[in-house]
């Protein structure tokens, strides 16, 4: 199975500060069709998660624009510019190229 | 709009089986795979596998292969889950989301199942 390492697994941050998460897979994520399946979720306290960005750093429909996702092959990178109170919660990144589907532990951010 | 309905939270015994249930609306059903994710308390996310609604497909992970049994009833846009044997590690939300092209975009409320004597 594809191991996907986040890091790190708890963040601090003021409202308003930037802050990058890390996501490291232990294979190439880029498929044979060209795509890069690498997506990034964040789950609130409470509740179900959502889809921020798929395949690497395209925004999900009514996801605010201060996200945003970059990488390839196997490092890739969640930033948030300039955190907002709403952007509290876990944030895991998820590789759907090799099955099985699996994701990272999970990234906490939280205010400092 | 998009939504998947998930049952509600089911209090089972261990060794019993328990089937829970993800209604989609919102869109075409057979269009979209359905899949399953669990997340053990405070823990992260697992992948249990998917199902065609169309066709009635199946391809699970191989960790829950003999514990977990998918599939769909077209006519009531319902997916369905059924997990077998029931121990405590199987006490968890589960959740059912909707794949589009190698993501994950629609997830249901999800459901608790606790397992206990």
């Known amino acids: 199975d594809v191991v996907v390492t986040q890091t790190p697994p708890t963040l601090s941050a003021t409202i308003g500060q930037s802050v990058s998460i890390s996501c490291r897979s232990s294979q190439s994520l880029l498929d044979s069709d060209g795509d890069t399946y690498l997506n990034w979720l964040l789950q609130r306290p409470g509740q179900s998660p959502q889809l921020l960005i798929y395949?690497?750093?395209n925004l999900e429909s009514g996801v605010p624009n201060r996200f945003s996702g970059s990488g390839s092959e196997t490092d890739f990178t969640l930033k948030i510019s300039g955190v907002e109170a709403e952007d509290l919660g876990v944030y895991y990144c998820m590789q759907a190229t090799h099955a099985p589907l699996t994701f990272g532990a999970g990234t906490k951010l939280e205010l400092k | 709009q998009v939504n998947l309905l998930q049952s509600g939270a089911a209090l089972v015994k261990p060794g019993a089986s328990v089937k829970l249930s993800c209604k989609a609306s919102g869109y075409t059903f057979t269009d979209y795979y359905i899949h399953w994710v669990k997340q053990s308390h405070g823990k992260s996310l697992e992948w249990i596998g998917y199902?065609?609604?169309?066709?009635?497909?199946?391809n699970c992970n191989e960790k829950f292969k003999s514990k977990a049994t998918l599939t769909v009833d077209k006519s009531t846009n319902t997916a369905y889950m059924e997990l077998s044997r029931l121990t405590s590690e199987d006490s968890a939300t589960y959740y059912c989301?909707?794949?589009?092209?190698?993501?994950?975009?629609?997830w249901g409320q999800g459901v608790m199942v606790a397992v206990s004597s």
């Open positions: 199902i065609n609604p169309n066709s009635g497909y199946t």
């Open positions: 989301t909707r794949n589009n092209i190698g993501t994950t975009d629609y």
């Open positions: 395949s690497v750093s």
